[in-house]
């Protein structure tokens, strides 16, 4: 490639050393978490991904506004589905991440944990890794 149309974070992509399973491939990563930390999903996920990894998130962060729709009832069952589909994203990583910025962990996340457990993922946990509520970079 013409080291003109490089940019600078493509030399520091080329070199850190991307997670990687045992076969070569790229280490895919679902992230679990409360809605209300949509930004720090955000950050989590960009920094992952620049890292080299394929990164799983939610698919959204609040219950969609449905003209008509009672949440309340919800007879479709849609958050139920919203959460079986979550968990098929849990089977589908290699590693699953809890978005937690300051340690909190609500009801449903808590599943999430025990669920990829049951399945023998490894679990990580952001306010374990010394970053900052917005996962800008390690704290001292």
């Known amino acids: 490639m013409n080291s003109t149309c490089r940019s600078p974070i493509m030399d520091v992509m080329e070199d850190q050393q991307a997670p990687r399973l045992a076969d070569g ?4 990563i679902t992230l679990c978490g409360s809605t209300k930390f949509a930004a720090e999903f ?3 996920n960009r920094r992952l991904t620049i890292e ?4 799983i998130s939610l698919g959204m962060f609040g219950l969609p506004d449905l003209p008509d729709y009672d949440w309340a009832a919800d007879s ?3 958050k139920g589905r ?3 589909v979550h968990f098929q994203k849990i089977r589908m ?8 910025p300051g340690g909190y962990v609500g009801e449903s996340t808590r599943r999430e ?9 490894p679990v990580r946990y952001l306010s374990r890794e010394g970053f900052d509520r917005a996962g800008d970079g390690p704290q001292e």
Not at 93 to 100: G, H, L, R, S, T
Not at 113 to 120: M, N, Q, R, T, V
């Open 52 to 55: 080299g990894c394929v990164v």
């Open 42 to 44: 955000a950050t989590v």
């Open 25 to 28: 491939e790229a280490k895919v």
């Open 93 to 100: 990583a290699d590693e699953v991440y809890i978005v937690d």
């Open 113 to 121: 944990i025990a669920y990829a457990e049951s399945l023998g993922k």
């Open 82 to 84: 919203l959460g079986r």
């Open 76 to 78: 479709s069952d849609l």
